[in-house]
């Protein structure tokens, strides 16, 4: 079987198993958003935080304060939209708690996703079911242009296998959980990509 057949059958199964309070999480992020109160943007970054492990990664106060004000003022109707570069730059400047400096490639893929569902997150279970990592070595412009490129060929393959392979699956997966119905359909697959790197699907396909 190819490599992308196994991982549609693993995104098949995954459908099956996503389970509503899976993704209320994110709805609640969504709601957040949309609101413009001090009380939601705090709702928001709180709710974040906790959701995408953000008080795990050992971050500055400055890096939160800095990474939300991004957040909160995207504007995804400008022409320079999603600024995958400029943001890591901006982030890979501000070093962690102990003093180091990283690309924040994870973050910033859910800063651009936040606010704009036709774009991919980008963490560990969807580089394992990929296969595609980010160098720890070379230039901030050489790996940003490295994690652009696959961020593409990630939200390609998301649509390409939710036109055909996944529309099936799509369909049953929305009318079990009918909130999914207002989620583009690149952040719908990212729920199956998570769920089948958390189930660990792909070594149940054959």
């Not at 003022?73 to 102990?98: C, H, M, V, Y």
């Not at 936040?114 to 079911?129: A, C, I, Q, T």
């Not at 595609?132 to 412009?141: A, D, H, K, T």
């Amino acid at each position: 079987m190819s490599l992308a057949r196994s991982q549609v059958q693993a995104l098949q199964l995954a459908a099956e198993l996503l389970k509503p309070g899976e993704v209320s999480r994110y709805f609640e992020l969504k709601a957040a958003l949309a609101r413009p109160s001090a009380h939601d943007r705090e709702q928001f970054e709180r709710v974040f935080s906790h959701h995408y492990r953000l008080n795990m990664a050992g971050l500055t106060d400055r890096f939160r304060q800095e990474y939300f004000d991004a957040l909160f003022t995207a504007d995804p109707s400008s022409e320079s939209w999603p600024d995958f570069r400029g943001l890591l730059e901006k982030f890979q400047a501000i070093p962690n708690r102990k003093g180091m400096a990283s690309l924040q490639c994870s973050f910033v893929s859910k800063l651009v996703a936040s606010r704009d569902e036709s774009w991919p997150l980008y963490d560990r279970h969807v580089g394992n079911f990929f296969g595609l990592f980010v160098p720890n070595v070379g230039s901030v412009p050489y790996r940003a242009e490295i994690l652009i490129g696959q961020l593409e060929f990630i939200r390609q393959k998301y649509l390409g296998w939710s036109a055909l392979d996944l529309a099936h699956a799509l369909a049953t997966l929305r009318t079990r959980i009918p909130a999914l119905v207002e989620c583009h359909d690149v952040r719908v697959v990212d729920f199956l990509v998570w769920t089948a790197g958390n189930e660990k699907l792909t070594n149940n396909v054959a």
